[in-house]
């Protein structure tokens, strides 16, 4: 790793703590950088933020391995067949193109006010990168390798297990990691919305409301490490399982 | 003479990618026999149809009309080896170089333990060293495409196709090969059908070339080379030889010129 990688991070530290010294920006809108550390301790040490934790990264996951267990079979057969993809693609591409937000209502009327609207709107988020990744990791499949696969006559299955969906994989990853970042905004955004007992999106808009700065700030690093840190170990995971792509 | 392979009075059109109502014809009546055993190459213009003729041998696309048998059996039956001018699109990276070989010994359901065994053996037989746990991306070009040639042989296919395998090597490398192939074919005794853009090349493998027309190629000539085995490159500077790929420049110039 490069020693550059840490300055931006120091730069930005260093302009909080200046912003907040120096009285440029008023503590309710940027509280003091100690404070927001002393609550993010308070947060844990007290235990208090991980049922809100817990609930977010429950639907988060959840939704996520519904969305890959969909998406990946599902995206594949399309790609497979020129027939099935022509005659789907415009639905797909609408679906994908709908702000998955203005379908949190549909969700809410669907699944009620519970977990299972949550669990469904990430799993939708990630199906639908999940999806159309798998369909071109499918399409893209290299046209040598296929010919290598009907000059040594290999069977339908065989072409599919061993030429096909490993070829397709690095997309099909490149896909999840997209859908790993897309489902977790959308969890955390019906959490604000569609209301609940627990979860950070919760956490984030209560504190707002009542300008509790320190708490909402807290939270808000919280669930940007959890996605950047989920970012971060797919990508290193995926560099070790899928050693070959890009080469 | 056996007729190991016949080509007959085949003929194969494509549809014009441009203009979607005509059709290019691409091969009419090809006809052409092959021994056993032999060494054979073709030379011809760009896009003439060698490529569409080497994939009809190995049953990749089917002919217009016509048929082609290879030891009595049309290509959908034959066990074909083929291997492509891309390597690199042509291995499979997610496997190790070894497996990789043992591909097609994996595809007829041979154990683990047995096809492993097999293919060192092969690899020690052909006297290719290459590192068995590594991957393919992990190699030279040269390395790679003898990659490919062990793995379209390991089945011990009934013939050997290859389509300007050593296009994407360099000068150096492609030397090394054209003597590296003719040890594998010494060894394998297969008959191997090879397509190459390099005149030079196509005379000092062949026991015959093929000189093709435009499109739809046909036979300009069949050239043969008698020359004793294993020819390094320096029979290249060798009298005979200048004389033959004179002869072989004449007519692909005329052909041109057609």
Known sequence: MKKEIIIGPVLLLILWVLLTSLHIVKPIFLPPIWSVIAELYKLFASGNILGDLGSTLMRWIIGLIIGVAIGV?????????D????????????????????????????????????????????LLYVLVSAMYGVKHSRETRLMVAKTLKATPIQTFTKFVFPDALPEIAGGIRVGISLSLILVVASEMIMGTRLGLGKRIFDAALIYNMNEMYATIIIAGLLGYLSNKFFLLFETRAIHWAGK | ????????????????????????????????????GEFLTFFGPNACGKTTLLSIVAGLIL??????LIDGKP???????????NYQNSLLPWRTNIDNV???????????????????????????????GSYPYQLSGGQQQLLCIARALISDPDVLVMDEPFNQLDFQT?????????????????????VSHDLEEAILLAD??????????????ILENKFSRPRKSRVLQNEDFFKLRSEALNIFDKVLRE
């Open chain 1, 73 to 81: 079979p599902v995206g594949m057969f399309m790609g497979y067949s």
């Open chain 1, 83 to 126: 027939k099935i993809y022509s005659s789907l693609e415009i639905i797909v591409d609408f679906f994908r193109s709908i702000p998955a937000m203005t379908l949190f209502p549909l969700f809410l009327v669907f699944f009620g006010l519970g977990d299972r609207a949550k669990i469904s709107i990430s799993a939708w988020g990630a």
């Open chain 2, 63 to 68: 002919t217009n009309s016509g048929s082609v």
């Open chain 2, 102 to 132: 043992a591909l097609s010994l994996e595809l007829e359901g041979i154990s683990k333990k047995q096809r492993l065994g097999n293919t060192r053996d092969f690899l020690r037989k052909l006297d290719v060293e290459i590192p068995e």
């Open chain 2, 75 to 85: 290509p959908s039956q034959a066990k074909i080896g083929f291997v492509f001018q």
């Open chain 2, 1 to 36: 003479m056996n007729e190991y392979i016949k080509i007959e009075n085949v003929s194969k059109t494509f549809l014009n990618a441009t203009e979607k109502n005509r059709r290019v014809e691409v091969l009419n009546g090809f006809t052409l026999t092959v021994h056993k």
């Open chain 2, 208 to 221: 015959r070339v093929v000189l093709l027309t435009k499109r739809p190629a046909r036979i300009s000539k």
């Open chain 2, 174 to 194: 492609r030397m090394g090969m054209n003597e590296k192939i003719q040890d594998i074919w010494i060894k394998t005794g297969k008959t191997i059908l090879f």
